[in-house]
């Protein structure tokens, strides 16, 4: 099993970004999927998670507004739009995988973890 995320990069605040998340799993549809970040010296957090259909979303009040997340079950892969970002956006993003299709916000609740994409924002 292997989530890989891309799309991170450097950006001036009030810029934008879409971060991938490409999964290798079977039964990709069956999954719910999340994204958590985690900044220098600060404990992984939440940002958005997506049902297994992608009819259910949760975003971090942070984000919600600015981020939005989307899946496409036929290529296996999850979208993170990052609209309007800030300095405090700046973290290495993770994407997470969990079995049965729900969308929680607790980072135990995933079974697989992709290596993570750096954001940085530049003020």
């Known amino acids: 099993v292997q989530l890989q995320a891309f799309g991170g990069g450097l950006v001036q605040a009030g810029g934008s970004l879409r971060l991938s998340c490409a999964a290798s799993?079977?039964?990709?549809?069956?999954?719910?999927m999340g994204w958590f970040r985690q900044a220098p010296g600060k404990e992984r957090e939440f940002v958005a998670t997506v049902s297994w259909s992608g009819g259910i979303t949760y975003y971090a009040d942070s984000v919600k507004g600015r981020f939005t997340l989307s899946r496409d079950n036929a290529k296996n892969t999850v979208y993170l739009q990052m609209n309007s970002l800030k300095p405090e956006d700046t973290a290495v993003y993770y994407c997470?995988?969990?079995?049965?299709?729900?969308?929680?916000?607790?980072?135990?609740?995933?079974?697989?973890w992709g290596q993570g994409t750096q954001v940085t924002v530049s003020s």
């Open positions: 799993l079977r039964a990709f549809s069956s999954y719910g």
């Open positions: 997470a995988a969990q079995r049965g299709g729900w969308s929680s916000k607790g980072s135990k609740e995933y079974d697989y």
